[in-house]
């Protein structure tokens, strides 16, 4: 006869025995059995919930779907099978883009931190950014892959990613969906030479496309700079290239080379991309060892015919210091020419040249004259403790200019890390910080979408 050991207690507590234990448990496993029925009820029930989005037509329903911000959109993904099937559909991602690109803008901010870089990303609206807006992060689904990276360019919600530590690899990534694309390697680069990547689309062929353009160092013209008290430095002049192009989305999944780039394009100078083509600023042609100090080169790429042409510029006098300051940029689908005025601080006034009519030279207009303004820049104790990387972007005289808002205020960046809004009509400044905001960061202004370039395109 087996006995019954009672658990040790107090004598006040009554005693429970090992028979008493397996009776709770029994009870135990009944009300789960319990739970789990009126679980399976409750499914049940909201399954045959009434579906009002999948009862309208697919016309109105589309046009309801596509005013959603992105982050709601994806949340939407979530609700139902039946939804998350419709948010794949090509009519409504397009629709969606289309409406994206005329509505608010999403920024990016690109944090290179060591060893591992980071996106950060908020929707950003004008008129309510002083309230508190917080930072989203996105979750790279490569970043094991590729930790230290370049952002080369953002086109319709995707953007392209290059590592920064010269092994090239390249990532075509829509960071709200994270549906992501490896491209093939280019030809690798090697010391001394000079590279630069380009991505845009184009509206006609509807293609997106990569390029690569490359300077190789020519070793028989050299270029010598007299160092006082160093003696004389050797340079390579980069006098030969090659471009190679690169057609996301189609099946030949091969980089095409397209021969040379008659054009000596600025290191600094990230593309723009406006009307099918990408735009660089170049170096000026030297006649008789003189340059015209009032003359900008801006240089464009046609992602159609892949050909390269000069944009003609206007005469902007010898009353602005342009020689390594300017830069291009693009306000409400107008090419625009940022110029600091010669003579001014650190906080420099810039002249901004718009051309109202592409690739019309008697169209430049000086439009917008912002004058100088010292944000809250970063700390020098900040500053030193950053990146070499950080220390030259974050000490020179560049002042970004972003792109124009949607209340027709121009958003620009300072020192590479410092976001200012200006306002044409009044003249005001406005610094906009978010919280949680990271100190060293390169703003990319982007478009949250669902869009995506499959093979087939």
Request: contains cysteine.
């Given at each position: 006869?087996?006995?019954?050991?009672?658990?040790?207690?107090?004598?006040?507590?009554?005693?429970?025995?090992?028979a008493?234990?397996?009776?709770?448990l029994?009870?135990f496993?009944?009300?789960?059995?319990?739970?789990?029925r009126?679980?399976?009820?409750e499914?049940?029930?909201?399954?045959?919930?009434?579906?009002?989005?999948?009862?309208?037509?697919?016309?109105?329903?589309?046009?309801?779907?596509?005013?959603?911000?992105?982050?709601?959109?994806?949340?939407?993904?979530?609700?139902c099978?039946?939804?998350?099937?419709?948010?794949?559909?090509?009519?409504?991602?397009?629709l969606?883009?289309?409406?994206?690109?005329?509505?608010?803008?999403?920024?990016i901010?690109?944090?290179?931190?060591p060893?591992?870089?980071?996106?950060?990303?908020?929707?950003?609206?004008?008129?309510?950014y002083?309230?508190?807006?917080?930072?989203?992060?996105?979750?790279?689904?490569?970043?094991?892959?590729?930790?230290?990276?370049?952002v080369?360019?953002?086109?319709?919600?995707?953007?392209?990613?290059?590592?920064?530590?010269?092994?090239?690899?390249?990532?075509?990534?829509?960071?709200?969906?994270?549906?992501?694309?490896?491209?093939?390697?280019?030809?690798?680069?090697?010391?001394?030479?000079?590279?630069?990547y380009?991505?845009?689309?184009?509206?006609?062929?509807?293609?997106?496309?990569?390029?690569?353009?490359?300077?190789?160092?020519?070793?028989?013209?050299?270029?010598?700079?007299?160092r006082?008290?160093?003696?004389?430095?050797?340079?390579?002049?980069?006098?030969?290239s090659?471009?190679?192009?690169f057609?996301?989305?189609?099946?030949?999944?091969?980089?095409?080379?397209?021969?040379?780039?008659?054009?000596?394009?600025?290191?600094?100078?990230?593309?723009?991309?406006?009307?099918?083509?990408?735009h660089?600023t170049?170096?000026?042609?030297?006649?008789?060892?003189?340059?015209?100090?009032?003359?900008?080169?801006?240089?464009?790429?046609?992602?159609?015919?892949?050909?390269?042409?000069?944009?003609?510029?206007?005469?902007?006098?010898?009353?602005?210091?342009?020689?390594?300051?300017?830069?291009?940029?693009?306000?409400?689908?107008?090419?625009?020419i940022?110029?600091?005025?010669?003579?001014?601080?650190?906080?420099?006034?810039?002249?901004?040249?718009?051309?109202?009519?592409?690739?019309?030279?008697?169209?430049?207009?000086?439009?917008?004259?912002?004058?100088?303004?010292?944000?809250?820049?970063?700390?020098?104790?900040?500053?030193?403790?950053?990146?070499?990387v950080?220390?030259?972007?974050?000490?020179?005289?560049?002042?970004?200019?972003?792109?124009?808002?949607?209340?027709?205020d121009?958003?620009?960046?300072?020192?590479?890390?410092?976001?200012?809004?200006?306002?044409?009509?009044?003249?005001?400044?406005?610094?906009?910080?978010?919280?949680?905001?990271?100190?060293?960061?390169?703003?990319?202004?982007?478009?949250?979408?669902?869009?995506?370039?499959?093979?087939?395109?």
């Open positions: 006869m087996s006995r019954l050991y009672p658990f040790p207690s107090s004598e006040s507590e009554p005693r429970v025995s090992v008493s234990n397996d009776m709770i029994m009870d496993n009944e009300e789960r059995i319990r739970k789990r009126r679980n399976s009820e499914k049940e029930e909201e399954e045959n919930l009434p579906n009002h989005v999948d009862s309208l037509p697919q016309e109105v329903a589309f046009d309801i779907i596509s005013r959603l911000p992105i982050k709601s959109l994806i949340q939407f993904r979530f609700v099978k039946s939804w998350e099937n419709l948010s794949y559909d090509p009519n409504l991602v397009n969606h883009l289309s409406k994206a690109l005329k509505g608010n803008l999403c920024l901010f690109h944090c290179d931190f060893i591992k870089n980071f996106l950060y990303f908020v929707e950003f609206s004008p008129n309510s002083e309230k508190e807006q917080k930072l989203g992060k996105f979750e790279i689904p490569f970043s094991n892959r590729m930790a230290e990276f370049n080369i360019g953002s086109c319709n919600g995707l953007l392209c990613l290059v590592n920064s530590l010269l092994d090239e690899t390249l990532y075509i990534y829509n960071p709200f969906t994270s549906k992501f694309k490896e491209l093939p390697k280019p030809t690798p680069v090697y010391q001394d030479q000079i590279v630069m380009g991505f845009g689309f184009h509206p006609i062929t509807n293609q997106y496309k990569v390029i690569k353009i490359t300077y190789y160092p020519n070793a028989l013209n050299l270029n010598s700079i007299h006082p008290g160093r003696g004389i430095l050797l340079l390579h002049r980069h006098s030969n090659s471009v190679q192009v057609c996301v989305g189609k099946s030949s999944n091969q980089w095409r080379n397209i021969g040379k780039i008659p054009y000596k394009l600025q290191k600094n100078c990230s593309p723009v991309l406006l009307n099918g083509r990408l660089w170049a170096n000026q042609v030297r006649n008789q060892g003189q340059h015209n100090p009032g003359v900008v080169r801006i240089v464009s790429f046609d992602l159609s015919d892949e050909l390269f042409r000069e944009i003609e510029s206007p005469e902007l006098g010898t009353h602005v210091y342009i020689r390594r300051d300017y830069h291009i940029s693009s306000l409400g689908g107008c090419l625009c940022v110029v600091p005025l010669r003579g001014t601080s650190d906080c420099s006034s810039l002249d901004i040249w718009v051309m109202k009519e592409y690739d019309m030279k008697e169209s430049w207009v000086k439009e917008f004259n912002i004058g100088a303004f010292c944000p809250n820049f970063i700390s020098q104790q900040d500053l030193y403790k950053s990146r070499g950080w220390r030259s972007i974050l000490t020179s005289r560049m002042i970004r200019v972003l792109c124009l808002l949607k209340n027709g121009i958003l620009l960046q300072y020192k590479g890390g410092t976001l200012v809004s200006y306002n044409p009509k009044n003249g005001l400044f406005n610094n906009i910080t978010f919280p949680n905001m990271p100190k060293f960061f390169q703003t990319v202004p982007h478009i949250g979408s669902l869009n995506w370039v499959d093979s087939s395109s």
